[in-house]
């Protein structure tokens, strides 16, 4: 629909895994995944009310599907906002803080140690970045900055990654995402 989902398409060929444009419900058909990219969380949570999205994916979540958001798709699919009213998907039990670390100016990267991920640190891009001020007891924190801000979390079948690794050439948080199927 909108955002930074052309860069995913090409990681996901990269691990040799199909990757499928979804923006009507009937896309969703025999998927086995889903990835929610970075863009504008507020135009992607309007587009995906009026096409009938919202409610197709949350069917597919409640079926076990497992669901990645990336930056805006992170937003999407948190239970609250912070400051901030929008459409939202509900899937996660996090809380959520907007643009948390400023303006585009204030984009950056930085090096992560990420729960699950074996190897050196995970190169992480922030552009306009939100962050993760709460999480539920069933969500596992799985990356956080030094000053203890939570940057990606996984609940069930369902992660989030406040940062773009679309935009680097590390295709381990894509296959993590892959192996995440418990159905």
């Not at 597919?60 to 901030?84: K, Q």
């Not at 039990?93 to 640190?121: C, H, M, W, Y």
């Not at 996984?154 to 940062?163: A, C, D, I, W, Y």
């Amino acid at each position: 629909m909108q955002g930074a989902f052309v860069e995913h398409v090409t990681m996901l060929r990269r691990i040799d895994a199909e990757a499928v444009l979804v923006r009507l419900p009937r896309d969703l058909k025999g998927l086995d995944a889903l990835i929610l990219p970075g863009g504008e969380s507020t135009t992607i949570g309007k587009l995906m009310v009026e096409w009938g999205l919202q409610e197709a994916i949350r069917s597919a979540a409640l079926a076990g599907m497992p669901i990645y958001g990336t930056c805006a798709g992170m937003i999407l699919m948190a239970r609250e906002v912070i400051g901030h009213s929008q459409p939202l998907l509900n899937l996660m039990d996090i809380s959520v803080k907007r643009n948390a670390f400023g303006r585009q100016v204030d984009s950056f990267e930085t090096n992560l140690q990420i729960s699950g991920l074996s190897g050196q640190p995970f190169h992480a891009v922030f552009i306009r970045a939100p962050l993760i001020e709460r999480v539920g007891e069933t969500v596992e924190v799985l990356a956080s900055l030094a000053d203890g801000t939570i940057t990606a979390a996984r609940q069930g079948n369902f992660l989030v990654t406040s940062f773009h690794p679309e935009l680097t050439n590390d295709t381990r948080l894509h296959e993590y995402f892959l192996s995440m199927d418990d159905r």
